[in-house]
Structure formats: structure tokens, C-alpha cells
């Protein structure tokens, strides 16, 4: 159990102390994607559900959760954000919409979970604005992206 970062030396699940760290430039991307049916689609692209402007309302949605993530996952850190967005687009081949995030901070810590929970809030969003009209829709492909900074550098999904 040693190997692992969030886990004390008796089991018991701890906060990774991440003081000793310097600070760096730090950013990390996702995505997720949500299928729907070709109707509710439309409806959404159109802005004509009667909850609002699902992509608007999602995007904002996205971004609060960034910013509130330690509230959501118990060991994560709270991080000052100096950027985090959403990107939302719809692909009408896969009859859905991709959603798209990142997050940066210039901290000891990294922003992987600031900028996926994003991504599932956002997703999360559009399908409670929506389902009166579809409920079978499909959340997949939550995933991280890219990640720069810190002592392990970068990474990229292939």
C-alpha cells in the first residue's frame, strides 16, 4: 500500500501533503460525450426546450464545477484556478454532443480532476435539461485528455 499516494501507511485514506512541492504552470484538458436521439438534437441545437439554453446553461455549469471540485471528490485540494472552460459541440454523425474542458493554476498540484469534473457536470446538465423529451440518453467517454506541469511533466492521450 506504500505505492499509493492517497493511502497512509495503515490503510486509512489521506490527503496527499503536496507543500514540499514548487509551484508550476499547470493545465489539463477533457472530454466526455453524451448520445441522444436525432430529435432531441435538434431541440437542443435550436434552443427550443422549455428548461432554456442547454449548451449556455451546461458551459456554466461545467465551469462552477471546476471551480467547486474539492467539494465533490473528498481528497482533492483546493486549487485557485486561473482558467478553466467549456467547449460544447455537437456532432450530428454520432447523434450527440462532445464536451470539452480544461482547467489551469499555477500551484503544487495538478488540475486533471478540476478539468474532468467539469466535463461530467456539463454532461450531467444537458441530460437533466433534456430528458423530458429523451431519457435514454448516454454519458461515455469521460476522460482525460492532455495534462502539463508538474514533477511527472506531460502527457497526452494518443
Request: hydrophobic share 40%; charged share 25%.
Amino acid at each position: 500500500m506504500s505505492d499509493l499516494t492517497h493511502v497512509d501507511p495503515t490503510g486509512r485514506a489521506r490527503m496527499v501533503d503536496v507543500g514540499a512541492k514548487p509551484e508550476t504552470a499547470r493545465t489539463a484538458s477533457a472530454e466526455g460525450f453524451i448520445s441522444m436521439g436525432a430529435e432531441t438534437l435538434d431541440a437542443i441545437a435550436s434552443n427550443t426546450l422549455s428548461k432554456g439554453d442547454v449548451i449556455a446553461t451546461a458551459r456554466i455549469a461545467g465551469v462552477m464545477a471546476a471551480k467547486r471540485t474539492s467539494d465533490l471528490i473528498p481528497l482533492c485540494h483546493p486549487i485557485a484556478l486561473t482558467d478553466a472552460g467549456v467547449d460544447i459541440e455537437a456532432d450530428r454523425t454520432l447523434s450527440g454532443i462532445r464536451v470539452t474542458a480544461w482547467a489551469s493554476t499555477q500551484g503544487r498540484t495538478g488540475v486533471e480532476m478540476e478539468a474532468l469534473t467539469a466535463v461530467s457536470v456539463a454532461l450531467l446538465t444537458i441530460y437533466d435539461m433534456a430528458k423530458a423529451i429523451d431519457r435514454g440518453m448516454q454519458i461515455s467517454g469521460v476522460r482525460l485528455t492532455e495534462k502539463r506541469g508538474g514533477t511527472r511533466g506531460d502527457w497526452k492521450r494518443d
